[in-house]
C-alpha cells in the first residue's frame, strides 16, 4: 500500500496500482485466496482508495478486471461469491481463513455447547463446527512452483509503515477537494468511470479471462449466448440466447439467480413449447461428459453433474408448484414427466427429492378439483342485503354491497387468468377464445357490465330517475375506489361514458355537484394521459387486495412485444438467439399482474344478488336501442 | 413540453383492427425518442411528439389503445375531444380492411364533427401477401373525403409522412372555420377542462 502511496507522480502511482491488480488476478487464478482479500482490502483502503486521478488512470480492462475482483471479495450474501468458488476450485488453494475463523466464533456465540443446562451436547454445533474443520484441512495439497527465496525474504523484511503515514502522505498527492463529502464523491467518480467503461463497450467483454466467469464454460460457444452486465444491479445476466443454452444455464451448479428462473417459466412458450422445454431438461439430465476431459476434469464433471441433476429437480418442482395448467391438458406431458421422474428414484441419491416431486403432481392434481378455502383471518363485514331477497330491483341493492358483489366476481375472473395467456398478444389474436379464454372472459364482463350501467340508465323514462341512477352507480364506482377495485371503477366510467349517455346534457346537469366532482375525480385518475400515471401511481400505494385495470398491462405487453424482436443475431451473426432481455420485461408485467391476484377479497358472498348481477350483465340494450332511447330523452340538434 | 407551450397541440388517436400494427406505426413515428430497449414503465411522454412544419412546432399528444381493443367499452371515452383520427388497416389482412367502415361509423357518433382523418394501410413491407390493392384503399378514402398513405411501420416508410399529412388536413379544416380558432394553449389541460366547461358550466 505503501509503494502507492509513496510515488509523487501519478503515472507511477497508476502502474504500480495495475501491477497489484494484476497480481490479485494472478493470486485468484492460483487459488490463493488469502491473498486476494488481503490485497484487495489494501486497495479498498481509503487512503488508496481515494486517490481519483491515480485511478483514473487505469485502462478499461483493468478497471474492469479491478471492479470484478472487488465484487468477488464483497461481503454481500455473507461472501457468497467468495464460498462458490472455492467450493468448486481445484486443489492447491489457499482459502481466506479469517472467514472460516468467523464462522466459528459465530457459531460458539450463537449456540451454548451445552442444551438446557441438563449437560446434552448440542451435537448439531460440534457437527457444523467439524465442518469447518474438515473444509479447512481439504487444503492440504502443496503448491508445486519453486521456491524463490529471495523475494520471499524480501516480502517477510517489509517494514510496516504506521497508518497515520500513509494517510499523510495520501492526502498531499491529491489533496481533499471538499473537507466533507470527498468519500462520497470518490465513490460516486469510480462508479460513474466503470459505469462508463462498461457502456461503452455496449456490455460485451472482451477479455478473454472475465468473460462472464460465474456464467459460461470454457466449452460453452458465444455463438450462443449474449450476457451483458448490469450495472446498477452488479451482476450479469442473460440478454439473449438459443433455447439449448438458456435451458443449460438454468440447470448449471453455479446459478443462483432465483429471478432468472421465474422469468424463464413464466415466458419461455414464447418461444418454446412445455415438450421442448422438458425434453431439454431430461436430455440436460444425462449429458455424457465430452471425451477429451483427463480424469481430474471427469471427476469434476461427475461432482457437477450432481449439483446440475439436482437443480433439474428442483426446477421441475417449481415449475410444477407455479405453471401446473401446463401439464393439465397435456396427458403425453404427464406420462414424460412421471417416467422421467421414475428414472430418477432409481438413482440412489436423487429418490427422495423426486419422490417429493411425485407426491407434488397428485398434490396438484388433487388441489385442482376442489379449491382450497383459505382460513379467513379477518372479519368479514355483513352483507346490506335489500328488503326482500326474492325480488329487487337494481337500485334496491345497497350501492356498498353491489360492489362488494361485483368485486368478488371480477376477482374470481381476474383470478383465473393464467400468466400464459398474457403471451404474444394471444388475446387479440383470431383463436383468442384459445389462447387467452380467461382474459376474454375478464374483458366481456368488463363490457357488460359498463353496458348494463348504462342500460339501466336508459331504463328510465323520468330525468329524476335518470339522475338517481346515474348517482347511484357513481356511488358503487367510488366504493369499488375504496377496496381498491380499479378495474370496476373503469368499467362503470366507461359505461358513463359512452356516446349515448354521455349526450344526455339535462340529466348530466342535474347531478348534485358533491357526486359529479367524485365522477370527475375518479375519470382522471383513471385517465390515459401520461400512459395512466395516475392508475399507476395508485395502486403502488394501495395495499392488496386489488384488482388492477388489466388494460394498462395489456397495452404494456403489447408494446413490450413490438418494440423489441423475438431473436437478436449473436456475435458473429451466425445464429439467431431467443431476445430473453425482451422475456425478461414481459415477465416483469406478468408478475405485477399475478401479484395481485395472490390477496382475495373478504366479503361474504350473496348468492341471490350475485345471480342477479349475472343475468342483469347479460341482458342489455344493443348500440342501436341506446341511441334510440338517448335520442327520445333528448332531441339530436341538428 | 415547456417549449411548445405557446405553439399548437394537437390531440390524435390512432383506430384500427388489433394487430394491424399501431403500436408499431407509433413506436416507429417516435423513433428518435426511446430505444427498443424501452424501460419497464413504458416512457411517459412517448405518446407526445412534437413535429416542425413552416418553422412552427406542433405538439402531437398521441393516443393509442393497443392492447385494449378488447375493452371496447372504454373507446368512446378517447374520442371526445379527438383533433385527428388516423383508421389503420393492414394490406395483408381482407378482414381488417373490412372494418374500415366500421371505424368510420364509429367516428361519426362519437368524435366531434371537426375531427380530421387519415386512412393508412400499414405494412407495405408484406408486399408480396398484399390483399388489398393501393386502389381499393384509395377509393375507400375518397368515398369518406380523407387521405390516404401506404405505409410499412416496419420499414419506417411514409411514417412520418402519414402523420404530417393528418396535421397538414386539421391545418386546412381549420383555415375554413375560422370563427372557432383552435389555439393549443386554450386545449392544453385536455379531458378535464374541456369536460368540466361542457358539462360543469351550466349545472350550478
Not at chain 1, 254 to 281: C, G, H, M, V
Not at chain 1, 579 to 601: A, G, L, M
Not at chain 2, 2 to 24: E, F, P, Q, T
Not at chain 2, 162 to 190: C, G, N, Y
Request: aromatic share 10%; proline share 4%.
Amino acid at each position: 500500500m505503501f509503494q502507492i502511496v509513496n510515488h509523487d507522480k501519478i503515472k507511477t502511482r497508476t502502474s504500480l496500482l495495475s501491477k497489484t491488480i494484476s497480481l490479485i488476478q494472478e493470486c485468484y487464478n492460483l487459488n490463493n485466496f488469502f491473498s486476494v482479500f488481503a490485497l484487495s482490502s489494501a486497495l479498498q483502503n481509503d487512503q488508496i482508495y481515494r486517490l481519483r486521478q491515480t485511478w483514473e488512470g487505469l485502462t478499461i480492462s483493468e478497471r474492469r478486471k479491478c471492479n470484478k475482483l472487488f465484487h468477488f471479495v464483497s461481503s454481500a450474501n455473507n461472501y457468497r461469491k467468495y464460498r462458490l468458488r472455492i467450493k468448486e476450485c481445484a486443489l492447491p488453494s489457499i482459502p481466506f481463513l479469517d472467514l472460516s475463523l468467523y464462522d466459528i466464533s459465530l457459531l460458539y456465540m450463537k449456540y451454548p455447547t451445552l442444551i438446557d443446562r441438563k449437560s446434552i451436547v448440542d451435537f448439531a454445533k460440534l457437527h457444523q463446527i467439524n465442518q469447518i474443520m474438515i473444509f479447512l484441512r481439504s487444503f492440504n495439497k502443496q503448491y508445486s512452483s519453486p521456491k524463490n527465496e529471495n523475494i520471499q525474504n524480501q516480502l517477510k523484511n517489509i517494514p510496516l509503515i504506521p497508518f497515520e503515514t500513509i494517510s499523510q502522505i495520501s492526502q498531499s498527492m491529491e489533496p481533499r477537494s471538499t473537507e466533507t463529502k470527498d468519500r462520497f464523491l470518490t465513490d460516486q467518480c469510480w462508479t460513474n468511470l466503470l459505469r462508463k467503461s462498461v457502456s461503452s463497450t455496449h456490455f460485451m467483454m472482451e477479455d478473454e479471462t472475465n468473460y462472464g466467469q460465474d456464467f459460461l464454460d470454457k466449452e460453452d460457444s458465444e455463438e450462443d449466448i449474449i450476457i451483458i452486465f448490469d450495472p446498477e444491479k452488479n451482476k450479469w445476466h442473460v440478454r439473449a440466447g438459443t433455447v439449448q443454452m438458456l435451458v443449460k444455464l438454468l440447470t448449471k451448479e453455479s446459478a443462483t439467480d432465483p429471478a432468472y428462473l421465474k422469468q424463464f417459466l413464466l415466458t419461455y412458450r414464447s418461444f418454446s413449447t412445455p415438450t421442448e422445454f422438458l425434453n431439454l431438461l431430461i436430455q440436460r439430465f444425462y449429458e455424457q461428459p465430452s471425451r477429451y476431459l483427463d480424469n481430474h476434469e471427469q471427476e469434476n464433471f461427475h461432482k457437477k453433474q450432481n449439483i446440475t441433476r439436482l437443480k433439474i429437480i428442483s426446477i421441475i418442482n417449481q415449475w410444477i408448484k407455479s405453471h401446473f395448467y401446463d401439464f393439465t391438458n397435456d396427458p403425453s406431458l404427464q406420462k414424460e414427466i412421471s417416467n422421467f421422474l421414475d428414472e430418477a428414484i432409481e438413482l440412489e441419491i436423487f429418490k427422495k427429492p423426486a419422490q417429493h416431486v411425485k407426491s407434488m403432481i397428485a398434490k396438484q392434481f388433487e388441489s385442482r378439483e376442489k379449491k382450497v378455502i383459505i382460513s379467513v383471518s379477518k372479519e368479514i363485514p355483513k352483507p346490506i342485503l335489500p328488503k326482500s331477497l326474492t325480488s329487487f330491483k337494481t337500485l334496491d341493492i345497497h350501492h356498498e354491497e353491489l360492489a362488494r358483489q361485483l368485486t368478488l366476481i371480477e376477482f374470481d375472473l381476474f383470478c383465473a387468468i393464467e400468466p400464459k395467456e398474457c403471451l404474444s398478444e394471444g388475446w387479440l389474436k383470431k383463436d383468442k377464445e384459445i389462447r387467452s379464454p380467461n382474459i376474454v372472459k375478464f374483458t366481456k364482463f368488463f363490457n357488460q357490465v359498463g353496458l348494463w350501467a348504462a342500460t339501466e340508465i336508459l331504463k328510465c323514462e323520468k330525468l329524476r330517475d335518470r339522475v338517481q341512477t346515474i348517482t347511484y352507480f357513481i356511488k358503487v364506482e367510488k366504493k369499488c375506489r375504496e377496496f381498491h377495485n380499479f378495474n370496476t371503477v373503469q368499467e362503470i366510467i366507461a359505461g358513463l361514458e359512452v356516446s349515448p349517455i354521455y349526450r344526455l346534457k339535462k340529466t348530466w346537469e342535474s347531478v348534485p355537484e358533491k357526486i359529479f366532482r367524485i365522477h370527475e375525480q375518479l375519470i382522471s385518475l383513471m385517465s390515459l394521459e401520461d400512459n395512466y400515471k395516475g392508475f399507476r401511481d395508485a395502486i403502488q400505494n394501495e395495499n392488496p387486495p386489488c384488482i388492477p385495470y388489466l388494460g394498462v398491462y395489456f397495452t404494456d405487453l403489447v408494446f413490450l412485444g413490438s418494440g423489441n424482436k423475438d431473436t437478436l443475431p449473436s456475435k458473429n451473426g451466425t445464429k439467431e438467439l431467443v431476445n430473453f432481455e425482451k422475456c425478461r420485461k414481459i415477465s416483469k408485467v406478468i408478475e405485477t399482474i399475478q401479484q395481485y391476484q395472490q390477496f382475495p377479497y373478504f366479503f361474504q358472498p350473496v348468492k341471490e344478488i350475485r345471480q342477479f348481477i349475472e343475468s342483469s350483465v347479460s341482458n342489455v340494450f344493443d348500440e342501436t336501442e341506446m341511441f334510440e332511447r338517448s335520442f327520445q330523452f333528448e332531441a339530436k340538434k341538428n | 413540453m415547456s417549449n411548445v407551450s405557446d405553439s399548437l397541440l394537437l390531440k390524435l388517436i390512432i383506430i384500427g383492427r388489433s394487430m394491424a400494427g399501431k403500436s408499431c406505426i407509433l413506436l416507429r413515428f417516435c423513433d428518435n425518442k426511446f430505444e427498443s430497449n424501452l424501460g419497464f414503465t413504458i416512457g411517459v411522454d412517448f405518446r407526445f411528439v412534437s413535429l416542425n412544419k413552416n418553422d412552427e412546432t406542433i405538439g402531437l399528444q398521441i393516443w393509442d389503445t393497443a392492447g385494449q381493443e378488447r375493452f371496447r367499452t372504454i373507446t368512446s371515452s378517447y374520442y371526445r375531444d379527438a383533433d385527428g383520427v388516423m383508421i389503420v388497416y393492414d394490406i395483408t389482412d381482407e378482414n381488417s380492411f373490412d372494418q374500415v367502415d366500421h371505424w368510420f361509423d364509429e367516428i361519426s357518433k362519437q368524435a366531434p364533427p371537426s375531427v380530421v382523418k387519415i386512412l393508412v394501410g400499414n405494412k407495405t413491407d408484406l408486399e408480396n401477401k398484399r390483399k388489398i390493392s393501393t386502389e381499393r384503399g384509395l377509393n375507400a378514402a375518397n368515398s369518406r373525403s380523407c387521405p390516404f398513405i401506404e405505409v410499412s411501420a416496419k420499414s419506417g416508410e411514409n411514417v412520418k409522412k402519414a402523420f404530417e399529412m393528418l396535421v397538414d388536413a386539421w391545418t386546412e379544416k381549420s383555415k375554413q372555420h375560422i370563427t372557432k380558432p383552435r389555439k393549443k394553449k386554450a386545449r392544453q389541460k385536455i379531458t378535464n377542462e374541456s369536460f368540466e366547461k361542457k358539462d360543469k358550466g351550466n349545472c350550478c
